[in-house]
């Protein structure tokens, strides 16, 4: 009996300590609450009260904000204390050693990666060139620059360097110079140049010349690669200045305006970056992480609104044109024909050549040379080819990528096209084009 007795006394003493404990949060709370109360009401009334009524408001105020937060502390402290709200220590204490544990390895990463793709840029940087173009100046003063661009060294052999540049840097130049790294200018010769695909390239004494770009690949590329753009934007003032980005596009066609008559003449594959690539920067490197050149700056779109494209040409594309242009010219075959594109033609005229309906492309044959693969097969004027070899071709661009691309001087080609209604065939052998025959 004594036992329950005392079991009962101890049950209500502790619920009478816990009454008091809620007691005490209740009174803290309903204080917070008074002191939030005054605290408003006074901020609200002090911005009509005179200064006088201010000043016992505020100290009111202030001391009971004081005594408020000294109730508080002390009802937290016993909680803590008595484990009424305990304390998360070992949570805490696992982040900060994960923490710990983490951040070392990810630096490490970090920093290896950079200092690795510094000292790669550094050594490909080396290779970078600046290209300058020499042109008649006056009676007085002779050659004058007439502009600036950048070039890569990519081989050294029988005491020459070999540097790729873009045709359009070196057009029209009297004479060219390379200056290296060091400001040191050499003399170059202009080996060949292309103005399809914008490749020239240029021979130098190869005393100088101590790096030369290690060429990669283009041909495994991803979008979001990261990439860097290397060359002398805005002149030689700013040379070797590298650019960081990445791959924003594979396969890109940028149709080419070769003779600035408004028409396109050619359609170039690209490579599409961010990096930035300006005025000067043509001809220069785009480079992967691992230093190696996968594509040689050509072009960017020059608008206001435009910003972050820039265009290259991939180095595994441009390589087979450097080898040609080591001998001085392109080979590239010829059918001998002019054309226009169907598109091109009114509605009326395609009534006079007899078109079907349902023939929606092709290229009008405007005129064919004399003595050439086309004359020989017996193609005339106002014909409408359709197809080479099972291709369909809709314009001149189409054309020439194609024969440019996928055929060789000597192959056996058949055409098909429309005359006078009538689907027709026929064959012909490429030619090797030249100045006398273009």
Known sequence: ?????????????????????????????????????????????????????????????????VLGGVISAVIVALLFTNNMIPMDTAETNTHET???????????????????VSTNINEVSQAVVGVVNMQEGNVWEGSQEA??????????????????????????AKEVEIVLNDDERIPATVLGGDTLTD???????????????????????????TVLA????????????????????LNRTVEVDTNSDGQADWITEVLQTDAAINPGNSGGALVNSNGEVIGINSMKIAQSSVEGIGFAIPVSAALPIMEQL??????????????????????????????????????????????????AAGL????????????????ILELRKY???????????EIEYIRDGEHQTTNLKLVEQTEENE
Do not use: W
Request: aromatic share 4%; glycine share 8%.
């Open 147 to 172: 502009g600036t661009g950048s070039g890569i060294i990519y081989k050294k052999e029988n005491g020459k360097a070999y540097i790729v540049t873009n045709q359009h840097v070196v057009a029209n």
């Open 1 to 65: 009996m004594d036992n329950n007795n005392n079991d009962f006394h101890n049950k209500n003493e502790h619920d009478s300590n816990s009454f008091d404990q809620t007691d005490i949060q209740k009174e803290q709370i309903e204080a917070s609450e008074s002191v939030v109360s005054n605290t408003n009401e006074r901020t609200y009334k002090s911005e009509r009260n005179e200064p006088t009524s201010n000043k016992k408001r505020g100290f009111s105020g202030l001391l009971s904000g």
């Open 380 to 395: 005339q004027q106002f014909d409408v080819i359709t197809k080479i070899n099972g291709q369909e071709v809709t314009s």
């Open 403 to 413: 024969l440019y691309s996928e055929t060789n001087i000597g192959d056996d080609i």
């Open 230 to 249: 290397i060359g002398n934007p805005l002149g030689l003032d700013f040379a070797n200045t590298v650019t960081k980005g990445i791959i924003s596009g």
């Open 199 to 225: 490749l020239a390239v240029l021979e130098v004494d190869g005393a100088s010349i101590d790096t030369v770009a290690n060429l990669g690949s283009s041909d495994d590329l991803a979008v979001g690669e």
């Open 98 to 116: 994960a923490e710990e544990a983490s951040t070392p390895n990810i630096v490490e990463t970090l920093a290896s990666d950079e200092a690795d």
């Open 326 to 375: 080591e001998s001085g010219e392109i080979s590239r075959p010829l059918i001998g024909i002019s054309t226009a594109s169907l598109h091109q033609v009114p509605p009326q005229y395609r009534y006079e050549i007899n078109l079907p309906e349902d023939v929606e492309g092709g290229m009008v044959v405007a005129d064919v040379q004399s003595g050439s693969p086309a004359d």
